[in-house]
């Protein structure tokens, strides 16, 4: 393909070429992709290339360079990083926090089924705790958690 013909032909198909372009790639990039597919296109076309049908092989060209500048800008976004100290931390107390939920649920498991009884009841079931006897063992099954925990 001669400079002339090659001239001829993004004269004639550069309007279409530009619309395409902005559907791809936005208006604010359309002329950009536009030149450089002019560009890879005569790159190509220089030599003793036939082109029989000359818009779909320039769209190709056009789509190739949006999805190019697309890419490349893509790629040029920043994700601001993770902060590791604080995650670190909230996994480190996620840990910690189920550690002692494991070691409260194993001293509930072990306690006299009395104590448990009244703990489960006051504490999950909202059932006040009346006399002398159901109050000490509420005191005693909430140390022995305590401590465990």
Request: no cysteine; glycine share 4%.
């Amino acid at each position: 393909m001669t400079g002339d013909e090659f001239t001829e032909l993004v004269t004639q198909h550069r309007r279409m070429l530009l619309a395409y372009a902005r559907q791809l790639a936005g208006r604010e990039r359309a002329e950009d992709v536009v030149q450089t597919a002019l560009m890879r296109a005569w790159r190509q076309a220089r030599g003793d290339l036939v082109v029989l049908v000359p818009v779909p092989w320039l769209r190709r060209i056009v789509h190739n360079a949006a999805m190019d500048a697309l890419n490349r800008d893509r790629a040029r976004t920043t994700v601001p990083l993770l902060d590791t100290d604080r995650a670190r931390d909230d996994v480190a107390q996620a840990v910690e926090t189920a550690d002692e939920l494991h070691r409260a649920l194993a001293a509930i498991a072990a306690l006299p089924a009395a104590q448990r009884d009244v703990l489960i009841a006051q504490a999950v079931h909202g059932v006040p705790v009346g006399g002398g006897a159901a109050r000490m063992l509420l005191y005693r099954a909430r140390r022995t958690v305590r401590a465990a925990a």
